[in-house]
């Protein structure tokens, strides 16, 4: 068998995962990804994106599911985001775009606004 390359991450992240990773339970999934959430943006504030592959894996690894939607989108859109800091393809933020817009919509005008905001300020 081929082994896998050891990823880092948080340590407190990593337990978490550990202890909860495969679990079904929606609120814990809500959990971890609010806290992947918040490293992804700590990752985009501090320019520092090392990390960043290892909480996508686990964000793919989660079925998507009307509970978890938004959870991933807001991930999605972290991602586009980081891609867009990487290879200045405007295209990503285009897609960024559309993920404010379908919040927007959906009736989460005030999270949408604080996205737009987020992007605006740290994709240059």
């Given at each position: 068998?081929?082994?896998?390359?050891?990823?880092?991450?948080?340590?407190?992240?990593?337990?978490l995962?550990?202890?909860?990773?495969?679990?079904?339970?929606?609120?814990?999934?809500?959990?971890?990804?609010?806290?992947?959430?918040?490293?992804?943006?700590?990752?985009?504030?501090?320019?520092?994106?090392?990390?960043?592959e290892?909480?996508?894996?686990y964000?793919?690894s989660?079925?998507?599911?009307?509970?978890?939607?938004?959870?991933?989108?807001?991930?999605?859109?972290?991602?586009?985001?980081i891609?867009?800091?990487q290879?200045?393809?405007?295209?990503?933020?285009?897609?960024?775009?559309?993920?404010?817009?379908?919040?927007?919509?959906?009736?989460?005008?005030?999270?949408?606004?604080?996205?737009?905001?987020?992007?605006?300020?740290?994709?240059?």
């Open positions: 068998s081929i082994k896998q390359p050891k990823q880092k991450c948080s340590s407190y992240y990593c337990n995962r550990k202890k909860y990773g495969s679990t079904e339970n929606i609120i814990i999934q809500k959990d971890l990804l609010s806290i992947i959430i918040n490293l992804l943006v700590f990752s985009i504030e501090k320019d520092n994106f090392e990390d960043v290892f909480y996508f894996s964000v793919n989660i079925s998507t599911t009307p509970d978890i939607y938004f959870y991933k989108s807001v991930v999605k859109f972290l991602k586009l985001l891609k867009y800091k290879s200045g393809k405007k295209s990503l933020l285009e897609t960024c775009d559309v993920i404010i817009e379908n919040l927007s919509i959906s009736g989460m005008e005030n999270y949408s606004l604080e996205l737009s905001k987020f992007k605006n300020k740290y994709q240059d």
